[in-house]
């Protein structure tokens, strides 16, 4: 056993690009100031609420529709380069929409989003004369409005609540973002703020065990629509699938098992990437729930604790640092029998050069398609795509240019016969009379192809928000042998990074990352 001690109104609307001639929102001069952490960019008034123009056939007895923006975002992205408003609108539908605090430049939690949503939800109600509202949320929004429901007394002026593609359980790209190999980078983009830290899958399993208990979280009903599609070939929701496939099918940034909310109800999972499920493609879907909301019986369903134990196959590699102006060469093993390896290599800026050199010492071109993400938890990194196809066995280094300062991270995806499979569990144990979280894992491998007795595994951990890691262990891997990790505090999220690296059995080193949040 290891032991750690880890303790207004006539506001212009220049840049607004609908994607038909409908007039935008207008704005009402109801504001707050910005609060929380982690910039992304944007200079919206949180507070600051939009009616959407009335509709010339309105639907008799319809909810207002109210839309609610995803992490990193504002409310335009309703209505900019998004037919979401024009389709609402043509089907008779009064909308509004609401500028969290996320649209003023930071990054914030549940709590601090959720809070301000359930105040402007009561506005909005009285405004349209005491009608019922039916929000619409995209993503971490889905989890803010639940919380202004259920912690913040907004229940009553709702009716129900439509989640695209909302994480009810967290996502690992956020435990991602967390991770020992991700500091950098994250600390540059400022994505280490308090709406990431609470996407932490960890952070969501407390949310998840403390609302789903609460008489409140049935008030309202609740249905949910994810998707299985990545996007375009080597685009940045195109890496975020391949990096959460080890977790299953995903939309590139949340995996359809964490848009399922345990009583709610779900409408479809369908070929839809984080982008596209929030434009009116999906309208058709949900709007005929909200039509007959108001006829429904809520159905209860009780809450059940999650089953204890987990295991996957491990198939990435994660590495990442700093980048001085110039070459900056990255070492990247490669086992023999690999098939196809895919990297993301993701920095603040655009790469001036990008090359391989060989194990052989033969430069070759790494072809790398680049794309600045515009949504989710590494909002406006640079991913830059690389693919080789049975490459040969051993050190490859990658060779990356950099005009200025900057830091990457470094994902890998292997398609190899080396199968390396994972299994964790977290519980919570006595320990020195104290209570404290107890880390078990264990490591299986096929022989055939992996040596067993060559693995060993580097534990990395941070704890809450530390920009650094607090504690590091080394440890053997045997097979079919336990480790058991003890964390002090009970109550703290913990980051844990683990480095396997060993032989297969034709000797050639094998290497590959585990990101867990506990």
Same mark, same amino acid.
């Given at each position: 056993?290891?032991?750690?001690?880890?303790?207004?109104?006539?506001?212009?609307?220049?840049?607004?690009?609908?994607?038909?001639?409908?007039?935008?929102?207008?704005?009402?001069?109801?504001?707050?100031?910005?609060?929380?952490?982690?910039?992304?960019?944007?200079?919206?008034?949180?507070?600051?609420?939009?009616?959407?123009?009335?509709?010339?056939?309105?639907?008799?007895?319809?909810?207002?529709?109210?839309?609610?923006?995803?992490?990193?975002?504002?409310?335009?992205?309703?209505?900019?380069?998004?037919?979401?408003?024009?389709?609402?609108?043509?089907?008779?539908?009064?909308?509004?929409?609401?500028?969290?605090?996320?649209?003023?430049?930071?990054?914030?939690?549940?709590?601090?989003?959720?809070?301000?949503?359930?105040?402007?939800?009561?506005?909005?109600?009285?405004?349209?004369?005491?009608?019922?509202?039916?929000?619409?949320?995209?993503?971490?929004?889905?989890?803010?409005?639940?919380?202004?429901?259920?912690?913040?007394?907004?229940?009553?002026?709702?009716?129900?609540?439509?989640?695209?593609?909302?994480?009810?359980?967290?996502?690992?790209?956020?435990?991602?973002?967390?991770?020992?190999?991700?500091?950098?980078?994250?600390?540059?983009?400022?994505?280490?703020?308090?709406?990431?830290?609470?996407?932490?899958?960890?952070?969501?399993?407390?949310?998840?065990?403390?609302?789903?208990?609460?008489?409140?979280?049935?008030?309202?009903?609740?249905?949910?629509?994810?998707?299985?599609?990545?996007?375009?070939?080597?685009?940045?929701?195109?890496?975020?699938?391949?990096?959460?496939?080890?977790?299953?099918?995903?939309?590139?940034?949340?995996?359809?098992?964490?848009?399922?909310?345990?009583?709610?109800?779900?409408?479809?999972?369908?070929?839809?990437?984080?982008?596209?499920?929030?434009? *009116?493609?999906?309208?058709?879907?949900?709007?005929?729930?909200?039509?007959?909301?108001?006829?429904?019986?809520?159905?209860?369903?009780?809450?059940?604790?999650?089953?204890?134990?987990?295991?996957?196959?491990?198939?990435?590699?994660?590495?990442?640092?700093?980048?001085?102006?110039?070459? #900056?060469?990255?070492?990247?093993?490669?086992?023999?029998?690999?098939?196809?390896?895919?990297?993301?290599?993701?920095?603040?800026?655009?790469?001036?050069?990008?090359?391989?050199?060989?194990?052989?010492?033969?430069?070759? #071109?790494?072809?790398?398609?680049?794309?600045?993400?515009?949504?989710?938890?590494?909002? *406006?990194?640079?991913?830059?795509?690389?693919?080789?196809?049975?490459?040969?066995?051993?050190?490859?280094?990658?060779?990356? #240019?950099?005009?200025?300062?900057?830091?990457?991270?470094?994902?890998?995806?292997?398609?190899?016969?080396?199968?390396?499979?994972?299994?964790?569990?977290?519980?919570?144990?006595?320990?020195?009379?104290?209570?404290?979280?107890?880390?078990?894992?264990?490591?299986?491998?096929?022989?055939?192809?992996?040596?067993?007795?060559?693995?060993?595994?580097?534990?990395?951990?941070?704890?809450?928000?530390?920009?650094?890691?607090?504690?590091?262990?080394?440890?053997?891997?045997?097979?079919?042998?336990?480790?058991?990790?003890?964390?002090?505090?009970?109550?703290?999220?913990? #980051?844990?990074?683990?480095?396997?690296?060993?032989?297969?059995?034709?000797?050639?080193?094998?290497?590959?990352?585990?990101?867990?949040?506990?």
């Amino acid at each position: 056993m290891f032991i750690f001690g880890l303790s207004p109104f006539n506001r212009t609307f220049s840049k607004v690009r609908s994607t038909k001639k409908q007039p935008a929102p207008l704005l009402t001069p109801r504001a707050v100031h910005p609060m929380g952490s982690g910039g992304n960019g944007h200079t919206e008034t949180p507070g600051e609420w939009y009616i959407g123009q009335p509709p010339s056939n309105p639907k008799p007895g319809a909810p207002i529709l109210l839309f609610v923006q995803g992490l990193n975002s504002t409310a335009q992205m309703w209505w900019e380069d998004n037919d979401m408003y024009e389709t609402a609108l043509q089907h008779g539908y009064q909308t509004a929409f609401l500028q969290l605090y996320d649209a003023s430049g930071t990054s914030a939690d549940m709590w601090d989003n959720g809070r301000l949503l359930a105040d402007k939800i009561k506005d909005i109600h009285r405004y349209f004369g005491n009608r019922p509202l039916a929000i619409i949320a995209h993503s971490k929004g889905g989890v803010d409005a639940q919380t202004a429901l259920v912690y913040y007394g907004a229940w009553p002026y709702v009716t129900n609540v439509i989640t695209l593609s909302t994480p009810h359980h967290g996502s690992q790209l956020a435990d991602l973002a967390y991770s020992a190999w991700a500091g950098w980078l994250a600390k540059l983009l400022g994505k280490q703020g308090d709406g990431t830290y609470s996407m932490q899958t960890a952070y969501m399993e407390s949310f998840r065990q403390a609302t789903d208990r609460r008489q409140e979280a049935y008030y309202n009903r609740f249905d949910t629509m994810g998707g299985h599609d990545w996007g375009r070939w080597f685009s940045s929701t195109w890496f975020g699938g391949l990096y959460l496939s080890q977790y299953g099918e995903s939309d590139g940034v949340v995996t359809v098992s964490s848009s399922r909310l345990p009583y709610g109800h779900e409408i479809a999972i369908g070929a839809w990437d984080h982008f596209k499920i929030r434009t *009116g493609i999906t309208f058709p879907y949900f709007e005929p729930i909200i039509a007959e909301t108001a006829n429904m019986p809520l159905t209860v369903k009780k809450y059940r604790e999650k089953a204890s134990g987990e295991s996957s196959e491990v198939s990435h590699w994660i590495h990442g640092g700093p980048l001085s102006p110039g070459d #900056n060469p990255i070492s990247v093993t490669v086992e023999d029998h690999v098939k196809r390896l895919r990297l993301d290599v993701l920095t603040t800026d655009q790469l001036s050069a990008i090359y391989w050199i060989s194990p052989d010492g033969r430069q070759i #071109n790494a072809e790398a398609a680049s794309e600045k993400t515009t949504i989710g938890i590494f909002k *406006g990194a640079i991913h830059h795509g690389l693919e080789l196809n049975h490459p040969e066995p051993g050190t490859w280094t990658l060779h990356v #240019n950099a005009d200025q300062k900057d830091a990457y991270l470094l994902v890998s995806h292997f398609l190899s016969d080396a199968h390396l499979t994972f299994w964790k569990n977290m519980s919570v144990v006595a320990h020195e009379k104290e209570k404290a979280k107890q880390f078990t894992c264990q490591f299986s491998a096929n022989e055939s192809s992996i040596d067993l007795q060559s693995l060993k595994v580097t534990y990395r951990i941070v704890k809450e928000k530390s920009a650094t890691v607090t504690e590091a262990l080394n440890a053997i891997v045997k097979s079919r042998s336990k480790h058991d990790i003890i964390l002090d505090d009970p109550d703290a999220i913990y #980051n844990i990074t683990a480095d396997i690296e060993g032989l297969t059995q034709a000797g050639y080193p094998f290497k590959r990352t585990i990101v867990e949040t506990h």
